[in-house]
Each structure stands twice: as structure tokens, then as C-alpha cells.
């Protein structure tokens, strides 16, 4: 039997880690596994119904001391957000670096805070945005993939002032959600095509009420249900199921026989109705919320 593992989660934003994976981590914690989501950013600058969206249309920016304030209140908000969205999925270990998302850059101090993390999680499996996510330049997405994969790098290494050993991940999954479709001419090359994709159906309910809870981003009500129905819609059309979550696996997987699932084998044997039925259920869209 399989033991139970340790899996981390990073995104580049607050709700970035169960936007794109967040069905598939309520199945490890229902498995019995250990979940860690972190938040690299506060995201407030790109992602926030005051900051990035009302002073856009402000006559004048405040001054920097009362900018900054605004900001960390900002931030505090959208952090009881992300916890509240993740108690949906079973999640309790949420942590936030609190990085300011005007830049995101690959620098020595944020690979070196990565790789404290991961000899102190200690994870068997990381999940992250993919590297060259949008076409990379100007992304927070790619750059957190990018120092997330330097920072696994480091943490192999002993670490200057780390108490916590070394330590290996095992495997790494990049999220395909954003790649589903291209949005700009630098990401059009990039093929989007997962070689896993989890059947999330069952929890779809919960991760709607998760994106729900992101208020302060507006994904409440209907963009809750619409992006679930379209992007956790399509990629789960593609494996033959109502709703799934996609993933690039980072490396090779390593088997002694042909890694065939039980669930390609019963999709060969079934009837084309068994499988439009299964795919054309209808779930996010219509689940109730709360005003």
C-alpha cells in the first residue's frame, strides 16, 4: 500500500494554488496525505478590488506611507480569503511569503527562502505554476515555477543557518490550466497538452466555493462557476470526464510494465453514451451561492 506523502503547493498569487489544483489536493487530503499551500505574493498590486482595480481610476495615488499601509491591509484580507477557500478543500496549512508583486524577479534571496521551505516541508511532491507559463517574460507565474525549481536545486545543499537537512523531491507537477488557452503571442508556441490529468468531479463543489471565497479578486459568484465550468470543464472533456485538473509531469515516471490506469482501460471498454453522459454533466455552473 501506498504510505502517506507530503505535498507542497506554491503559487504566485493567493488563490493561485487551488485555482489550478485545488481538486486535486482535497483528494490527498482525503487520502490522508500532508498539504502545504504558500502564496508567494500578496498579490494585492495585480489582484485586488481596491488596489489594482478603484485607485485605477483615482484622480491620485496616496502618498507611499499610507500606500503602504493600504497594502498590508489589503494583504490581510485576501490572506482570510485564501484560508477560508481552502478550508472548503480540507486545507489548513497555508503560509504566505508576503513578497510585494510589483516585481518578481529570479534573485538569490527568494531561492534561498524556497529552499528553507522545502528541508522544512520536506515535501515528496511540489506543485507549481509551469515555467514558461504566458510565454514567461513579465509573468509572475513562470518566475515562481522558475525559483521554485532553482530553490529545489538548492535545497540538496546544506543551508547556511538551516537546521533542517537536505532534502530530494521527488517528483514536480506544473499546473496546465493557464496554458488551456494562449493569450499572447509569446505563449501561442507553447503546446498545451497534459500527461495527467485528476478527475475532480467529485470535490468540483468544493473548489467553486473555494474561488467563491476570493471576494477581494472578484471571483465570487458567476466567475466562480464560469471559469470552473470552462477551464476544470475543458480540461476534463479532454480525459473524458466532467472536470479535471491538468498537470506536465517534471520528470520521467519509472515503471517495470506499461503504466496503463484502470480508468483508460474501463473508458476503451465503455459505449460512446456512457462516455458523453460522464462528460456533459453540469455541476458549477448551476451549485448555489451565498450573495
Not at 93 to 109: C, K, N, P, S
Not at 119 to 146: C, D, I, K, S
Not at 241 to 270: C, H, K, M, N
Request: include cysteine.
Amino acid at each position: 500500500m501506498r504510505h502517506p506523502i507530503r505535498v507542497l503547493c506554491i503559487g504566485g498569487h493567493p488563490a493561485d494554488t487551488f485555482d489550478s489544483a485545488g481538486g486535486t489536493l482535497a483528494h490527498h487530503v482525503q487520502n490522508g496525505d500532508e498539504v502545504t499551500v504558500v502564496a508567494l505574493t500578496a498579490g494585492t498590486r495585480v489582484h485586488d478590488v481596491v488596489i489594482s482595480d478603484a485607485l485605477r481610476f483615482a484622480d491620485r495615488i496616496p502618498d507611499a506611507p499610507d500606500l503602504t499601509a493600504l497594502m498590508a491591509e489589503r494583504a490581510q484580507v485576501k490572506e482570510e480569503e485564501v484560508r477560508r477557500a481552502c478550508a472548503f478543500l480540507g486545507i489548513t496549512d497555508v503560509r504566505f511569503f508576503g513578497y510585494d508583486d510589483a516585481v518578481l524577479t529570479l534573485r538569490e534571496e527568494l531561492i534561498l527562502r524556497m529552499a528553507s521551505l522545502i528541508r522544512e516541508v520536506r515535501p515528496h511532491v511540489v506543485v507549481t505554476h509551469h515555467p514558461n507559463e504566458l510565454g514567461e517574460y513579465g509573468n509572475h507565474h513562470a518566475m515562481t515555477a522558475q525559483l521554485v525549481l532553482n530553490g529545489i536545486g538548492a535545497a540538496h545543499g546544506v543551508g547556511m543557518g538551516d537546521p533542517n537537512p537536505p532534502h530530494r523531491v521527488a517528483q514536480v507537477f506544473f499546473t496546465t490550466s493557464a496554458l488551456v488557452m494562449p493569450s499572447n503571442v509569446l505563449s501561442a508556441p507553447l503546446h498545451w497538452y497534459p500527461d495527467l490529468i485528476v478527475d475532480i468531479t467529485d470535490v468540483v463543489e468544493a473548489k467553486v466555493r473555494a474561488l467563491d471565497a476570493m471576494r477581494s479578486q472578484q471571483y465570487g459568484g458567476d466567475y466562480a462557476r464560469k471559469t470552473i465550468e470552462v477551464v476544470d470543464g475543458g480540461i476534463g472533456s479532454a480525459g473524458g470526464i466532467a472536470y479535471g485538473e491538468g498537470f506536465v509531469t517534471y520528470q520521467p515516471e519509472v515503471s517495470r510494465l506499461f503504466p496503463v490506469s484502470d480508468w483508460l482501460l474501463q473508458r476503451a471498454a465503455e459505449s460512446e453514451a456512457d462516455l458523453m453522459h460522464r462528460r456533459t454533466r453540469i455541476i458549477a455552473s448551476t451549485l448555489d451561492l451565498p450573495d
